[in-house]
Every structure is written in structure tokens, then in C-alpha cells.
């Protein structure tokens, strides 16, 4: 299935602008500028995602969007309750119209389960009710989840704010939309003595003790 490559002006139907997105990844900027070769080698990256996260929910938060964490699956949830909106690192295709895009690493259980929601309608009846149930047991209710991906391209940032409906082994395999953002400058270029991306694939943590045998999902 061929998505729907939309533009920014697509945003403000979700809620959202180019500039609280840029915001978010200013602000994440800042944070990882402290890192340097001395701290292990996936710090950089997770701040960055951290911080994004965090700063697109200070944005959004006075304008009545609200937040969860279920199983590490960091949402920030319209008002309207209808869909959230997950952070995440992207691989080097994101932002580019004529590349598969996802996030870099690979996700967990609630990712699966949320992008399994966003499909429900295509399912069987007691297909539905099989994920109904596996859904609340990960705590993920009933949303629509877009994500969020960016990526450090030197002195740019690429992002996208997208819509999966394919998951498979890990990764994210299939798209319903994706908002493509223009090119969002960075608040500096990485020095010589700085990493340009995290080289390292974050640890998924252990599952808590009222989800299913899964792995929570992996920060970043």
C-alpha cells in the first residue's frame, strides 16, 4: 500500500505546526549539545528523544493535550482523545517523499499493539475483540497513534509526523500517511569532537509486572 505523502499544511488538522515541532527539536538540540565522547556512546541520542518528547508536551499541554507512558510508549494525546502522538528517532529516510521511512530502532509491544489499533477497523469481528482485549492489557486504550520522527542530518533536521499500519518483527513496515515537514534548522552543527548520531541501539527494559510477556518499548 502506497501512503499519502501530505504536506504541513496537513498539521493543524492534528493539532499541531511546524513551529511546535521545531520548538521541540531546538529544545533537544540544546540538551545534547552537553554530550561529548566521554559519555557513552548512546547518551546523545537519548536525550535528544527525551527532550523532544518533553518539550513538545510543555508546548501542547497549556492547549489542553494531556500525556501517558504505557509500558515506555511515551504518547501525548489530543484533547479530543481520537490520537496521540509518539516521538521518535528516524532512520535516514525519514522526511524524504521517496523513501521508506520508520524509526531507527526497533520497537516493542506497545508500539505493535497501538499500531494494530490504528488498522482495527480492517479486522474481523472476533479479530476486534481479541485486540480490545491485548490493548488494554498493555494499558494503550482506544487511539489513533501517529509518530513523530526526526532525524540529525548535519546542520538540518528532516522529520515527518506519520500514521503506521504495518508492524512486523520490530519494525514499522507500512504507512497510512506521512506529513512531511520541511528541512527544520538546527541550533548548531556538530563540532569535529562531537557524534553526529547515536551510535548505539538502546536496551528495551523489562516489561511491567501487569503486561503481557513482552518487552516494553525501547527508548528513542
Not at 489499533?117 to 497513534?145: C, P, S, V
Amino acid at each position: 500500500m502506497t501512503p499519502t505523502i501530505s504536506g504541513p499544511s496537513r498539521l493543524p488538522e492534528l493539532g499541531l505546526t511546524v513551529d511546535v515541532v521545531a520548538a521541540a527539536l531546538t529544545a533537544a538540540d540544546r540538551e545534547s549539545d552537553n554530550c561529548t565522547d566521554l559519555d557513552p556512546p548512546i547518551l546523545e541520542g537519548l536525550i535528544r528523544w527525551g527532550r523532544a518528547t518533553r518539550a513538545l508536551r510543555e508546548q501542547l499541554i497549556p492547549q489542553g493535550w494531556t500525556y501517558d507512558n504505557p509500558n515506555n510508549l511515551a504518547r501525548t494525546i489530543h484533547p479530543s482523545g481520537d490520537f496521540a502522538v509518539v516521538v521518535a528517532t528516524g532512520d535516514e529516510g525519514t522526511g524524504l517523499p521517496g523513501s521508506g521511512a520508520g524509526p531507527r530502532h526497533a520497537r516493542g509491544y506497545a508500539t505493535e499493539q497501538a499500531i494494530h489499533a490504528n488498522g482495527q477497523l480492517a479486522f474481523e469481528f472476533d479479530a476486534l475483540i481479541q485486540l480490545t482485549t491485548a490493548g488494554r492489557a498493555a494499558g494503550l486504550g482506544h487511539l489513533q497513534t501517529w509518530f513523530l520522527l526526526y532525524y540529525p542530518d548535519g546542520e538540518i533536521f528532516r522529520a515527518e509526523v506519520s500514521l503506521p499500519h504495518g508492524f512486523e518483527r520490530g519494525r514499522i513496515t507500512e504507512w497510512t500517511e506521512r506529513i512531511l515537514l520541511p528541512r527544520l534548522g538546527r541550533r548548531s552543527a556538530c563540532g569535529p569532537a562531537r557524534r553526529s548520531f547515536d551510535t548505539a541501539v538502546a536496551l528495551p527494559q523489562r516489561a511491567r509486572s501487569s503486561a503481557p510477556p513482552f518487552a516494553a518499548e525501547p527508548a528513542g
